[in-house]
Structures are given as C-alpha cells and as structure tokens.
C-alpha cells in the first residue's frame, strides 16, 4: 500500500538508507534480516545478457553461448516472458538452460498481429504472436545454418548442402565431415544471411508443452527485477498528482506553491480538460506526495457530478431495463413465440457492481524530454504503442524520436492497458526539461481515479416445454459502453463487451448450448446517463455476463426439475470439446458425491479465442456466512506452451474472482468513489484461499487458445450455484457479502 512506498521514499530522503525501494520491503519481512546491498538497476532488465551477436530483432547470440530471446508483450505476473521465449527456443534448438530474456521496448517489429499493434490484452499473447515467434526462430536457426554453410575458416564445416547440417543443443554439424560450430561462432556472421524461402518449423517439442523454470522468477526473488517504481536515473525528480475528487470535477483554482514545489496543472487525455495538479519536487516522492497534498485546490463539478451515486445509478439501469431502447446483440428462430407456448416461465433480474483493478502497484511513470529532441518513457505499460502515439502526439516529436521502455508490471489487469498516468508523467516532463521526472499515484488516487469494471444489470426469461427443455430464451442487458469512448461506436451496433458470454451460439466467445440458442433474443441498453469512468478488467464483459447465464441455468434446471450438471450436458452436443469438458469437471470434481454440510455449484464458459473453463465449488456455512472450501477447475486451451504457467493462471484467476464475488465493490456517493484504500476494499487472505484443483484439457493439436482471462468468469456463478445448493437461497446481485460502507473518505 502507499504507506511503504511512503515510508521508503522519507528514509531515502533523509538519507538514512542507501538502499532500493525493493531491498527496503525485503528487510522489513524478517527481523533481524542481513542486508547486503546491491547496485540499483536503472533502464534495463537484469535478465537480459551482455551484447552479442544479434541474427534477428527477436536473438541475440552472447557470447557465453547463452541467448537472449526478446519478450514483445508485458509481464504482469501472467508469465509471458516465459512462454513466449518457449516458442523461439523450441524452433531455434538451444537448451533452454541457455535462454535469457529482454523486455522489448516499444518497436512496431514487435506488434502482436492480433492486437495490430504492440500491447498486452485480451489474453492474446501466446494465440498471437504464436506463429511469428514460431517462424522468428526457425529463421534465426536457418541463418546460422546459413553462415556454417558458407564458413571458411574451420576446415570441414561450409560446403555441404542444407541436408547435411543437423542442429542439437546449438550446435550446428556438418553431417558429412563431423566439423561443429557452435552458435556463439557463428552469430556475427549469421546477421547478414539472407534466406531465400520460408524456413520449415521442426516443432519437436521439447520446449513447447513444458513447465520450464519461468525466467522472470530469479530477478523477482533477488530483488534486481525493475518494476516502474524502481526505475532510478540520475539528476531525478519527482511529481506526485491530486486529481479531482469526483467524477466530473475539473480544476477552478490552485495556490501559490511554497518555494521548491513546481505545480503542473494536468489536462485529460484529450486536451480538452483540466483534471488535476502534480507537484514536482527534488527530494523524492513521499516530499511530492506531502507538496501535493498541502496545495490549496478547488474544483468545478459537472452537471453529472452530484447524480453519480450508486443508489441512482441502479435505479436507472432498472428503468432501462424495463423500457429502454435496446439494441439487438443476437437473434435466432423466435424467442417470443417459444416463451409464449412455454409451460413454465422463468424470469430473474441479476446485477453486478462497479469494482476497482486494485493493481499492487499504483500508476506510475517515469519520463524525460528533451525539447525538439527526444521523449523518452520508462513505464510498467501494457500499451507499448499507444505510450509512443501518445508521446509524439503531446510532443510534435516523430515517433521515431520517442522511446518507451517497458519494465515490469505490479499487476495489470487492463489497467495499465490505458494510458492516462503516462499522459500525465509526459506533461510533467515537458513542464520540466531536460529531466528525468518519476511521476506517481497515491494509493488513493489510484482507487479513485481507476477505469472500473461497469456496473450492470440483466434481466433473462426463458420458457421451458412440459419436459423441461428450453424452447425460448431472450437476455438484456443495461450497462455503459466500454468501446464509445475509446474508439466511437456507430448508431445502432452493439458493444460486444455488453453482451458476450449472454449469446449462446457455435463461435468461439460463448459456450454452443444448442437448445437455449436454438430460440434467442440478446438485446442490450446502453446506459448514456451513468458517467463513470469504466474500462476493461479482467475477462471484460464476461465477468458479469457469464454471472448472469449460468445462475440462471441453474434456476432453469431448478424450474425444470433437472439436476444442474445434467441439465447443461443435455443441452450440449455430443461430441463437442464443451461437452467433453463438463464430463471431464463432473469426474474430477467427484460432482455426485454428495458431502454433509457441503454445496455445489457448477458453471463454464467459453471465451477468448475458444477456451473452455469449467468450473465446481464447494461451500459450507450458512446464507450470512459462507467459506468456499475448494474450487476446481477443467480447462480446454488448446495447445498448451507451459502446463504450470496455464495452471498458475487459472490459479490466480480464481481467487481474483473470488475476492470480486463475494466482497468488492465500488460504491460512489455525490460523485465519490469511497473505497480509496485495501481498508475499505477487501483482496482475498491466504485464509480465504480454497484448494484449487486445475485439470488441462488434451490439446488435441487445436490453436492455443487464451489463458489469462477465461477461467474467471465461471467462479462467480459458481459459488453463488454453490451457496444457492447448501442453503436454498439465490443470490442475484454481487458481491454476495458486500463490505459495510466507509464511514470516511476524500471529498476535497
């Protein structure tokens, strides 16, 4: 929280300690802990080997043997770095005892093609880039074969053909003679071969399909990883910010700042707006904190301000549920005419709240600009492009002049997908020439200045014939929109985010139960009125929708007087990878064992380039007081990179979603966000923790599909399936145990 930080920016400037944020945390953790300091790290990561011989943009040959392999997206946490270094090592043919890695900086040689630029999300990493980074290797293992081929100074290597060259352990072998070279020899010359086909890929996997040692893990536990807030540069200063307090709010008037203290008014990321102040400091963040703190500011509210209340915000969503304009999502045969020859009608109404990212590390950048010169950014980003877009964009400086070092991410989750603290950190440092300026979020302005998870409400009614089966089905949904602001949304089209995970169909963005889809309606109400600022969180849209279908089939089977797990498999066809892993989860899960005092839930989705999470929980407790014992978990992505990365995913998947179902929540008041802190806003203890238990589907040689995002959807409806098993009651709205209201909180 932002009392450590807080706390080590005071004794660096005191000068008691000459140690990293990082070394300081470290010692805190163990009384009596030896401290054995260590250089501070600056631009680069520790990864990343000595200079070598570069053969492409993503290899680098050192000249200990070793090679460095270049990671295009961010590491969050979700392993990345790994993974995708997997897939160049398994086609370059190196040991992967001999693998470094780099982070890439910002470079359009390294954009995900399924993104069409350089940025992390949508859980598109391994799916995108999976075929570059395929043929990225091959290319560098054929251009060192290549320079073997053509070598002339070690007798019997160069001139054999291609057939005779075999590569082991990065080492190339002329077949014919047995002369070798190891890469490290040839790496120099390797650079300037030109390939006159497209490689072949060996795919033997050796690597791929692996649980290699992660290669983020070492610097991580030794304290040399470089996270944003560790990014140290010489003749550094510091700028904390204080935006507006509520929703709306732009900056009236700011007062003479004590001498020292540099105050930059802040403007919105589209120029229009004036939404906060950073104060700009020598000594270090805790003194910008405190400079920040001591301005004397007032602000402007928008004619929205007062109105943006949770109590309100609800009850609009229920008035656009019941006569709102909506926009059709989906339609197939004739919902209406289906529920209206139905025997039985089942109707129910569920909601989700705002909810914050909540990321360990508080935005964050650091920036210099050199006028007319150059830009330079050093920041935990997901948006890699759109740091360099935005730099020239605010500078007039060509792109080719702005640099962006991407460091490590303290958490992610989509919110530092946006680029508003980089935006910031730039005007900072054009307001500051020719310096380094560390520009930094307060715990609290963090939480209160979040792109949240949007509120929603959903209403579902299906009709059910006299044997139970579904013969029609129609869902609305009422929530903002989280692509109009970013990228315009034409009249009359539907946000996807609104309604995927609620359209059942044969794609691969929601789970094919033919008989609810054979009869649809999915209409969605854009919700224009609510002016919170909402963005994408992890799994998106389907956190709340797939809360919302999958309870409901569970009333469905109740209404029908269907077991649950039956009634789902019955609405699958056979054969399908859905089907096979609902059997699978009920196997697993030992689902018909029945258990004393225990509840169980089940719930799947299918998201994200097709990948299937299925998912039990059990529960024990009463309806007031729950404690989720164990969760498992079936999981069909495809083909697999590293089995213990996707397992860790799923892992964290889990309890994320978990700490969101049954405790988080944003509540605004008059225009205030007022969880601004973890006292308010409850994350999951170890104690909350339930045994998790993830089974891999078999690739079957099916794409990667993705793995960072699909496994939390299904929770929520789980665990509330779970609690409605045990104790008779349905819950509709999450959280399922909302936290008691601040009783205090930042309003000025």
Known sequence: CSSDLLTMSALEEKGTFDLTRRQFLGTATVAGALVVAAPVV??????????GGQVTVYVTINPDETVTIVCPNSEMG?????ALPQIVAEELMVDWSKVRMQLADANAAYNNPMMWSQATGGSTAVRGYIA??????????????????ADATITGLGGATRDKYTVVSGVVTNTTTGATATYGQLAAAAASVTLASTPPLLGSNRIVGQSVQRL???SKVNGSA?????????GMKYAAVRLAPKVGQTLATVGTPPAGVQVVRLLDEKGSSTIGVAAVVAGSSWSAMQAVKALSVTWTSASYTASTDSATIRSTQQSLLASGTPIKGAKTGDADAGIAGAAKTVTATYSVPFVA??????MNATAKYVPGVSL??????????????????????????VKVHTTYLGGGLGRKYETDFVNQAIQVAKAVPNTPVKTMWSREQDFTHDVYRPASMATLTAGLNASGAVVGYKARSAVQS??????GLAPGSVDSSAVEGLIVDDGQETVAYATLGANQTVEWVWDKTTQVPVGFWRSVGHSANVFYLESFLDELAKAAGKEPMAFRQSMLRAGSRDLAALQTLATVSSWATKVSGVGKGVAMSRSFGGTIAAAVAEVSGTSTSIKVNKITVVLDCGTVVNPDIVKAQVESAVLQGLAAAMWQDMPFVGGVPTRQNFGSYRMGKMTDAPVINVTLMPGNGNPPGGVGEPALPPVAPAIGNAIAALTGVRKRDLPFFPQAAPTSYITN
């Open 42 to 51: 600056t631009a680069r990561r520790a990864e990343a080997a000595g200079a």
């Open 78 to 82: 979700q392993g990345t770095s790994t």
């Open 132 to 149: 570059a980074l395929q043929q990225a290797g091959a290319q560098a293992r054929e251009m060192l074969v290549g320079a073997a081929m």
């Open 216 to 218: 983020d893990i070492p």
């Open 226 to 234: 470089v996270f944003g807030l560790d990014v140290r540069l010489s």
């Open 357 to 362: 990212h909540a990321t360990m590390e508080p």
């Open 376 to 401: 330079e950014i050093w920041a935990p980003t997901q948006n890699q492009s759109g740091c360099t877009s935005l730099g020239a964009s605010l500078t007039g400086l060509p792109t080719s002049a």
């Open 482 to 487: 989280l692509f109009a602001s970013r990228w």
